[in-house]
């Protein structure tokens, strides 16, 4: 697919012919360079299969290409590469068929026979996987990634297309966060896209030798929020540098050390001074406006502390620092994770999935030491049970978690056949007052790694 642009003239007939003559120039140009092309590597081209789209023109310009050229002609919005690309923001009919190649994954009659770990797999490594190349560009409606989750829910809880609230055992939310944080590991679709779209602000802040630096980018209010937040600099000449906006003061910005000070400065001014310009003569001064209360004057006099010891290198560059790797370079990896930073690490997550058990089990284990399993407890909680149901082995307790993983007689006798088979402390064995994760803890410390 080639797309050839154009802008329509609309003055004077001789100016009209003329842009005329020189797109089928350019059209006939382009042909014979495909043919040239060709001969030279053997790839001819398949115009049956190939089209050509205006980005500005008007109908004079597609009946001109159309006469000279041997393609097809279409229009915006287009699929190139797998991309869906558009000229104006995509609707939802342009967004749907993304939609529905992420979601096709297995027949009906076969979800069923799929097990929770396999779909746990198919989910992660497929399902999740696939709208990624979309979300490196473009930010995806809420309609649409919430469809997606809703069905990825859908799957891998039921094995079906839909579900109600009370088969999902743990709240999305928690299910895709990474393992160490007490989730499935399965991809959050918007942090993960604000993490690729972050590689975009990345490259054109610190690398201009890309072909597309300097033209006219699409702003992302939430990717540039992100940037500011995560992106330290370390100043050299002070050319690359924003000074009320970039995080060069000592690991801080201008808006974090006097924000009374940086809400009577523009926008424009902001998103334009450089530091190299603020330090010249202190013009930075001058981007003030209003009057200054007595706190603003404080702000004020931190900043010319700060600005007043700032010395500029001429001969060094501004170097963007990405403090959240060893590397000091941005990797979505590395971005996704800071995406959830302040989440609370838990132990048993190491436990659980570092351990050679089987999938099944891992995934058993992770829901009872949440105490996700529909025991007497949960099922009150829900109501769906309001008289007491003892345990199925005892007949004596409450059947919850605890109880039957731990407390119930048949579960000790259990673990002291296994202890005393495999040779490990019998003094590690669960009592009646013990819970799942504290003689998980307890226990570690006393058994052997190899077991």
């Excluded at 023109?57 to 159309?66: F, H, K, S, T, V």
């Excluded at 009370?166 to 499935?184: N, T």
């Excluded at 679709?189 to 602000?201: D, I, K, P, T």
């Amino acid at each position: 697919m080639d797309v050839i642009p154009h802008r329509g003239c609309r003055y004077t007939r001789t100016t009209l012919s003329s842009s005329q003559n020189r797109m089928q120039l350019t059209c006939i140009f382009v042909q014979e360079v495909l043919q040239i092309f060709g001969e030279a590597s053997g790839l001819w081209v398949n115009y049956a299969k190939s089209s050509a789209i205006l980005i500005r023109g008007e109908e004079r310009d597609e009946q001109l290409i159309r006469n000279t050229m041997p393609w097809t002609m279409e229009k915006f919005p287009c699929k190139y590469l797998g991309l869906q690309l558009a000229i104006r923001q995509m609707t939802r009919s342009d967004w749907q068929p993304i939609v529905d190649a992420t979601l096709k994954i297995l027949p009906g009659w076969q979800r069923g026979l799929v097990t929770r770990p396999g779909r746990l797999i198919l989910v992660n490594q497929v399902m999740r996987v696939r709208p990624m190349h979309h979300l490196i560009i473009a930010d995806a409606p809420k309609w649409a990634i919430e469809q997606v989750n809703k069905r990825c829910r859908a799957f891998f809880w039921e094995g079906s297309e839909a579900i109600h609230g009370g088969k999902c055992l743990v709240a999305s939310q928690r299910v895709c966060r990474p393992k160490d944080l007490g989730g499935l590991g399965l991809l959050d679709l918007n942090r993960q896209g604000l993490a690729l779209r972050l590689r975009w602000e990345w490259l054109r802040r610190t690398d201009p030798s890309r072909p597309w630096h300097g033209l006219p980018m699409a702003s992302d209010p939430q990717v540039q929020r992100v940037f500011d937040s995560l992106v330290h600099w370390k100043l050299g000449d002070g050319n690359k540098v924003l000074f009320w906006k970039d995080r060069w003061m000592d690991g801080g910005t201008a808006k974090e050390i006097a924000p009374g000070i940086w809400s009577k400065v523009r926008t424009q001014t902001v998103n334009k001074r450089t530091v190299y310009d603020g330090l010249f003569n202190h013009r930075w001064t001058a981007d003030i406006s209003g009057e200054l209360t007595t706190d603003d004057l404080v702000q004020l006099i931190k900043l010319w502390e700060i600005a007043i010891t700032t010395h500029l290198d001429p001969t060094q560059r501004d170097e963007a620092i990405w403090p959240w790797n060893s590397k000091q370079v941005y990797t979505s990896a590395s971005a996704y994770q800071m995406l959830f930073k302040g989440a609370i690490r838990v132990a048993y997550a190491r436990w659980i999935w570092k351990c050679w058990a089987p999938l099944t089990c891992k995934i058993f284990l992770w829901l009872a030491i949440q105490h996700r399993i529909w025991t007497f407890d949960r099922r009150l909680r829900h109501g769906l049970q309001y008289n007491p149901s003892p345990c199925y082995l005892c007949d004596q307790e409450e059947d919850t978690v605890d109880h039957i993983l731990l407390q119930c007689v048949f579960a000790r006798q259990v673990w002291f056949l296994g202890c005393t088979r495999l040779g490990i402390y019998v003094s590690i064995l669960p009592t009646v007052a013990d819970n799942l994760e504290e003689w998980w803890t307890r226990s570690r410390k006393h058994t052997h790694k190899t077991y």
